[in-house]
């Protein structure tokens, strides 16, 4: 390349031009190089690169311009042209990334919020206490091999008290306790002239029917609404709800009834809670018992809470009475079996501490959200 | 029923720890409502021993004296009392004590001297009348001895709840055997030693010719005895009757009448004086008929309230007065004991358990006899009870209780119907595999005999087998079960083992009907509704005041006895009750209120005993769903809210061809007309949706508007699928285009869907409503732009421009010609 530089006359000329398409190139390099390096945004470089690299670019024009080239000279100018076309494109990308950079970084700034402001949320609406704590033990019972059962709560006599082996005297029967509706069927009532048809007062009669229309054995939760004669109050309700259960198969001994409701109790209460059976007198079963947990808020020292005790009373419980097996047409000298009866309004008030029963009832929105 | 501990342990040991008896109580099946301590009002009140005793220097009746109080140094009191003296031990009241009339001891001074305490007389105690000087208390009595515990003042009364089946634990020996039980321990009845001080004055007439007794009905009064007291006083009763009758809340009337008390609490044996006088026929015969009363008769009542009586009730009654006692339940006010009363006539018996309980509640009088008569009075023992109470008459109003002609006992006795004691057996072995736990047949024996029960051998020779035989003051021991519940209570039900079933024939399953219940809670909460309960009852006008025709609800199904008339009847809609929650919110300032309900509505039917319940799922919203915030502006409530739950539950419960069919005024006059759908599924109608109309709003006091749904759960249920179809997710690309059509105001959505539908044929994937505009001049009076995105896909190729090109001009031209629609330009 060296040999060429000592040229003269013709070819000193065109050496001259050459020399002109190089060094103006080179100038192109750097004045190109310099407005890349200025260039304030990536819209200012894309008009360095269209006026550079473009169509109509400056450089372009020189590539375009080679054929004019002398034939010798062609491989040396094309060389350079392209080697600065090659450091234009790299200034070029390497500015754009560092553009890219700094523009992305403004707008994450720019985007920033206060997140402490209130997100987005769909309003979820929310189940009321007394299923919510229906749900949660019929599940527990579930997971223990029981099903659901349900039966009307317009009930007769039959299946709310003959049948669980009440007494026909007994004082629950009267119109003071019970609400009787009118029997429209024409029949005249067996009991004391009063209708046959009733409002249930416990979920038991669910457990008739049970014991007459399910194979054994027999593993069912019965949850309902239930009704007695109390005007509301804040500790009474004309209607609440029950949860009954009934187990009637071979072999089944108080000792099965203890252990099923201390493991309902740890479940609903915790498991540090303890449980106490204390012998009670219920009709339909026998022996009975009233099982206590023991006060979660002073563990058994005695509080307001427990009235002093140190236990809560909520469940009753016992075997199931023969009298009440034989009635629904099952031996009881071949199965036995236990019924328990919880109220769920009574675990709302001890679990939850609601002050007023009736709150249950009047639909109050800040109170329905809360649970 | 109370019980004084210190009248219970003069039968039975009572343990000291009143916590522990009372929880032993408790476990054993009688429950402790209350523990009342008395006597605590001389909390601070100690035995004293006088060790010097000097006169006061600047007074001459005063004296200071130096007592022993059991507390190391001897305290100084100054003592005004003429009968202080050294040496002798009386009551002392320390600093702190408060005497009866709330008199606090308090360190004082008289005349310069310091006094810390008082020596008390009997009156300052409340102990008596005596206020001549200081009590004097035996030289035995140890110093420093609450003065309470050492007079045996100090009491605990236990209220006690004995379950219905008990009646034998309605008095202090029926207790004390129970607490025999409990503890294992003996117990001893004094029944027989008082009925041995009867003595019978055989001069008098004899009392079988004094007094006749028929028995009409044997159910009705198994046994009734009398015996006649002759020339008492009745006058005020000795203090130790008073008193305990006062321990277990009974006010002293006069002597006989406590007499009858007092026995109706130690023995549980209700009892009757009549003024024999009073009662004689002209004949001078005492003629007792107990019988059933006439309807209408009418007794006026010992305490003065005049009754009429019904055939169900048994009275005691004279040939010549009538009734003159309701049998079993309270005396009648004219042959009642009066202060003049001289000669008694002394009912002991026994009546029927439940009508004495009905008569009690029919007539709302309850006494201590009915209470004990309707659980049930042991007819076996009334004779000796009665001795015992005839003998203590004489003890303390003195007179003579005349002898029998016809017997030793000097009593008259009718008694047609016995008791007869209760064989039962009990298997050993099964009662353990009963119970889950091995208890020795030693403890079961034991039980059962103290309780009362005869213990032997099986006469047929099985080892495993007791023969039991019940005492007839347990009614309620008739079965071998019944054996078992005792055994079980008092041997203990904690020492029995927990365990969990172990049957292998159970599954826990859930329902069809259970799993829809189940979706809808889920959907109605996605939908952003709050689950509430509101009253099954209703007001009979509920109905009406909804405006909601009653057509295919029934009748109502009426209460006999219900608490108020608002509630009345059992509701026949679930909306009545919402809109009440609804007006409770605004009332309250809660202006959103977004409420669902699932529960049971009622129709009655003539001829059927049993109402038709149905399981209805009912929603309100009223305002919006919350209220605007910083980025989310929450339109209010209308229609489409209520329609878009039910479409969210059609999708859930996967029900068929879901349809709103646009309700008439006169279909639903509930619902604000033009707003009102009926709900189907296929041909099943499910129920209606649409805002309520604002007359029935007001009506219930709540702000319209309020939208509302009410659906019927079983036809859901029923017309729920269980499981959707798998459809192809899409593998070739869809073609949108977007079409306005202009139509009359009477073209509806679902017509414009149905042509486009059957006009676009497979290739029409979807077509979405996404503007309603309209404007006179642009549109043109009476009409709407409907503006539907559609979507053009085929399942198993892409499709050309042109293929959708022709597709989508049928599909225009189609609708335009079946609705008159225009396409907007």
Known sequence: MCARWGRRGEETERKREDMGIVDEVAALREQTLARIAQAADTAALEQVRIGVLGKAGTLTGHLRSMGQVAKEERAQVGKTVNEVRVAVEEALAARKAALDAAELAAAIDAAAVDVTLPGRAQQMGTRHLINAITDEVSEIFLGLGYTVAHGPEVETDYYNFEALNAPADHPSRSLADTFYVVDRSGEASSVRGESDV?????????????????????????????????????????????????????????????????????????????????????????????????????????????????????????????????????????????????????????????????????????????? | MKVSLKWLSEYVDVPADTKAFCDRLDLTGTGVEAVEKTGAALDGVVVGFVETCEQHPDSDHMHVVGVDVGAGEPVQIVCGAPNIAAGIKVPVACVGAVLPGD?????????????????????????????????????????????????????????????????????????????????????????????????????????????????????????????????????????????????????????????????????????????????????????????????????????????????????????????????????????????????????????????????????????????????????????????????????????????????????????????????????????????????????????????????????????????????????????????????????????????????????????????????????????????????????????????????????????????????????????????????????????????????????????????????????????????????DRPAAFDFFDGKGVIESLARELALPKLRFKALAADEAPHLQPGRAAEVLSGGTVLGWVGELHPLAVDAFEAAAPVVAFELDVEALAKAARPARDYVDVPAFPAVSMDVAFVVDEGVSHEKLVQCMSSAGGKLLEDARLFDVYRDEKRVGAGKKSMAYALTYRAADRTLTSDEVDKAHERLVKKVCGATGAEVRG
Not at chain 2, 250 to 268: A, C, E, K, M, P
Not at chain 2, 412 to 423: G, I, K, L, M, R
């Open chain 1, 198 to 371: 009733l409002l249930r007062t416990q979920t038991s009669g669910v457990q008739v029917h049970a014991m007459e229309d399910r194979e054994l054995p027999i593993y069912v939760i019965a949850p309902g609404k239930v009704y007695r004669r109390d005007v509301a109050d804040p500790s009474h309700l004309p209607q609440f709800h029950q949860i009954e259960g009934l187990v009637v198969d071979e072999g089944i001994t108080f000792g099965d009834l203890k252990g099923t409701l201390d493991y309902l109790c740890k479940q609903v209460f915790g498991e540090e809670r303890k449980t106490r059976f204390r012998a009670h007198y219920f009709p339909f079963t026998e022996p009975s018992a009233e099982v206590d947990v023991s006060c979660g808020i002073c563990h058994g020292e005695g509080c307001r809470m427990c009235k002093g005790t140190g236990w809560l009373e909520i469940l009753g419980c016992g075997m199931v009475d023969p009298n009440v097996l034989s009635m629904s047409g099952i031996d009881p000298e071949k199965y036995s079996g236990f019924a328990f009866g919880m109220g769920v309004e009574r675990i709302a008030c001890l679990k939850y501490n609601v002050p007023d029963l009736r709150m249950l009832l009047e639909g109050d929105m800040r109170f329905l959200r809360q649970f």
């Open chain 2, 103 to 631: 008199f606090k001891i308090k360190k004082s001074k008289l005349r310069g001297v310091a006094s810390s305490g008082m020596c008390c007389s009997g009156r300052e105690l409340g102990l008596s009348g005596d206020h001549s000087g200081i009590m004097v208390l035996p030289e035995d009595a140890p110093v420093g001895m609450p003065i309470a515990d050492y007079l045996k003042l100090s009491d605990t009364v236990l209220d006690l709840e004995i379950t219905p089946n008990r009646p034998d634990c309605l008095s202090m020996v029926g207790m004390a055997r129970e607490v025999g039980a409990m503890y294992r321990t003996d117990y001893e009845s004094p029944l027989a030693d008082m009925a041995a001080k009867l003595e019978l004055d055989a001069a008098a007439a004899p009392v079988d010719e004094q007094v006749k007794i028929t028995i009409d009905d044997a159910v009705r009064c198994p046994r009734y005895t009398a015996r006649v007291i002759r020339g008492c006083k009745v006058g005020p009763s000795p203090d130790w009757m008073v008193e305990r009758l006062a321990a277990i809340g009974q006010r002293s009337i006069n002597n006989i009448v406590d007499v009858t008390n007092y026995i109706l609490f130690l023995f549980g044996q209700p009892l009757h004086a009549f003024d024999l006088a009073k009662l004689k026929n002209a004949d001078g015969l005492a003629h007792i008929v107990v019988r059933a009363a006439q309807d209408g008769e009418r007794l006026t009542t010992l305490d003065g309230e005049d009754r009429e009586l019904t055939s169900d009730m048994t009275v005691i009654s004279t040939p010549e007065l009538g009734a003159v006692a309701l049998a079993g339940v309270m005396g009648g006010l004219d042959t009642e004991v009066t202060d003049e009363t001289v000669d008694i006539l002394l009912e002991a018996a026994t009546f029927e358990a439940g009508r004495t309980s009905r008569t009690s509640r029919n007539l709302g009088l309850f006494s201590e006899s009915s209470m004990r008569y309707e659980r049930g009075v042991d007819d076996h023992g009334i004779a000796e009870r009665s001795a015992a109470a005839a003998a203590l008459m004489v003890e303390v109003a003195g007179g003579t209780v005349c002898a029998a002609a016809g017997n030793d006992e000097g009593v008259v006795d009718e008694w047609p119907a016995s008791s007869t004691p209760c064989d039962l057996r009990f298997r050993i072995p099964r009662f353990c595999a009963m119970m889950g736990a091995d208890i020795p047949r030693a403890d079961i024996v034991d039980i059962l005999a103290r309780l009362g029960c005869a213990v032997s051998e099986d006469p047929a020779g099985d080892a495993d087998v007791l023969a039991v035989t019940a005492p007839t003051f347990r009614p309620d021991l008739e079965r071998e079960i019944d054996l078992y519940e005792e055994v079980l209570r008092l041997w203990g039900m904690d020492r029995i083992p927990s365990t969990l079933p172990g049957g292998p024939g159970r599954v826990g399953t859930r329902s069809h009907l259970e799993h829809v219940l189940d979706t809808v809670n889920d959907v109605m909460r996605a939908s952003g509704l709050n689950e509430t309960m509101t009253y099954s009852f209703a007001e009979p006008g509920d109905l009406d005041r909804l405006r909601m025709a009653p057509e295919g609800l029934g009748e109502p199904v009426e209460l006999i006895n219900p608490l108020n008339a608002d509630q009345s009847v059992m509701r026949q809609s679930i909306v009545p009750g919402l809109l009440r929650s609804v007006a409770y919110n605004q009332s309250r300032g809660v202006k959103n209120v977004q409420l669902y309900e699932m529960g049971m509505v009622f129709f009655a039917h003539e001829g059927r005993k049993q109402p038709k319940e149905r399981r209805r799922l009912a929603g309100v919203l009223a305002g919006a769903m919350r209220d605007a915030g910083w980025n």
